[in-house]
């Protein structure tokens, strides 16, 4: 009977925090795209990689108690860009009247948002975050990174990058032609890149660690 009565409770509290779900995918044809540029407070993950493609695959899933009220925003704007080519804008945002919860902890129990984009090599990626992480691997024309509490960890990547953050760490495994430079002003740095090489990685933070190293 004890044994009963634990696996009711443990059912019980199971179905009282597991939160509803809902998956929101979208695609377009890269060919006219130089640039894929994120801006998003309500992410809390963003994981990027890149392949031999032709299309930008987008997949966001939600999780949470308000998980019906979030909204994916996309559109194309001319980018500043010799061949013409338009840089591709993604936000996030919530249904009309929709209270956001004000304290940081209650907002990410109540919804939890992770997005996952893949695109053709060789694209630049703009991301700006007060609260994501940003997972990324492979060859890019440059990745610029803004973020706040949220880390960047970069593996087997190759391309221009620029990233900065207040709290978070930089970890970057690099193509070995990358060169790089660290600065943070409270947290350990370490950079096992040369100071010059065919592509430039920037990494600047205020309370992260920063580690540059050689992809093996």
């Known amino acids: 009977m004890e044994y009963r009565n634990v696996a009711i409770l443990f059912a019980l509290f199971m179905s009282a925090t597991c939160f509803p779900q ?7 044809d ?13 992410l809390y993950t963003i994981k990027i990689s890149s392949e031999e493609r032709t299309n930008i695959q987008l997949s966001v899933s939600v999780e949470g108690e308000t998980y019906q009220h979030l909204l994916l925003k996309t559109s194309e704007v001319p980018d500043r860009v010799p ?27 109540v919804l939890a948002v992770e997005m996952v984009l893949v695109v053709p090599e060789g694209i630049s990626v703009q ?8 997972h990324a691997s492979g060859k890019y024309g440059a990745i610029t990174a803004r973020l706040e509490t949220g880390r960047c960890v970069f593996s087997k990547f190759s391309g221009n990058a620029s990233l900065q953050t207040k709290q978070g760490d930089i970890e970057i495994a690099a193509h070995s032609a990358t060169a790089g430079s660290v600065s943070s002003i409270y947290g350990k740095v370490k950079n096992h890149l040369p100071d010059s090489g065919r592509y430039t990685i920037s990494a600047e933070s205020v309370w992260g660690n920063i580690s540059l190293t050689q992809t093996e």
């Not at 809902?22 to 377009?28: N, P, T």
């Not at 890269?30 to 309500?42: K, P």
């Open 30 to 42: 890269a060919a006219a795209i130089h640039t894929v540029a994120i801006e998003s407070d309500d």
């Open 22 to 28: 809902k998956q929101l995918e979208r695609s377009w």
């Open 83 to 109: 061949n013409g080519k338009r840089l591709l804008q993604i936000e996030t945002g919530f249904t009309p009247f929709f209270q956001r919860a004000d304290d940081k902890l209650a907002a990410h129990k």
């Open 127 to 134: 991301i700006e975050s007060k609260s994501a992480s940003v």
